[in-house]
């Protein structure tokens, strides 16, 4: 599905000649308000080739969360271009942001929001049934199987009330993956959890980028960050320091 909508699509270019799964142009984006105009990204360059680990670091209003809401298009840039799995994500409009963010990326937040009516299974079911990955009887069993990958499968009937917050991380880790998208996109994913329980599920991070997904993560844990193959650092709205980069030629 996603396939043919990338191929007639006139608002969709690739970016494959630089091998990058995320590519960033020059991007600003800029908010107004009774205060005045205020700069949250100034002129970002960010380029991150399919495999890589992440992390994003910087103190709280420096820009992680609108470089976030740049690259799963939940808010657009004020200028420049963001490309993402070959779709020109600031060209889409809102309908196609649907589309394509179902099938390209898998989204885990801090406070796990889960639908507390769903099971757990039913919940990593609920992005299959969105976007018509699957029938019914191979999602319910690719579901068990993304259980079993996040050690959930025993507690595949339980409503998320029933979990701990490091247990709900998980099942909404399983339910990012349950369409198979190439990026996993994280905002904070272990600032909700106590230490221990993080370092767990930073783990399970690391065995996902071993099996070959992207992962780009926001973090507060400088711990956890240097644990990544490249973190990148946030001040002001700019790329400050971007340590263990991959160099991408153009």
Request: glycine share 10%; proline share 4%.
């Amino acid at each position: 599905m996603l396939g043919l909508y990338l191929k007639h699509n006139k608002t969709l270019k690739t970016n494959e000649g630089n091998g990058c799964l995320i590519d960033l142009r020059r991007v600003v984006k800029t908010y107004e308000s009774a205060a005045g105009k205020f700069t949250a990204l100034n002129g970002i360059d960010l380029q991150v080739r399919p495999g890589e680990f992440v992390t994003i670091v910087g103190k709280s209003g420096c820009g992680k969360s609108t470089l976030i809401n740049m690259v799963t298009g939940i808010d657009r840039p004020t200028s420049g271009e963001v490309m993402v799995s070959g779709a020109a994500v600031h060209l889409l409009r809102e309908g196609q942001k649907a589309v394509w963010r179902g099938h390209t990326i898998g989204l885990v937040f801090q406070f796990f929001q889960l639908l507390p009516t769903l099971t757990t299974i039913e919940n990593v079911m609920l992005p299959m049934d969105f976007c018509r990955t699957y029938s019914p009887r191979l999602a319910h069993e690719r579901a068990m199987y993304l259980l079993k990958l996040v050690d959930m499968a025993d507690h595949a009937a339980k409503l998320p009330t029933a979990l701990s917050g490091g247990q709900q991380q998980r099942v909404a880790i399983a339910r990012a993956l349950a369409n198979d998208p190439p990026l996993l996109v994280a905002d904070e994913p272990t600032g909700n959890l106590d230490s221990k329980t993080a370092k767990a599920v930073f783990q399970l991070f690391e065995n996902l980028v071993d099996g070959g997904k992207t992962i780009l993560m926001v973090t507060h844990d400088d711990d956890l960050a240097r644990r990544a193959r490249r973190t990148i650092m946030l001040a002001d709205g700019e790329i400050v320091g971007d340590h263990g980069e991959t160099q991408i030629l153009f």
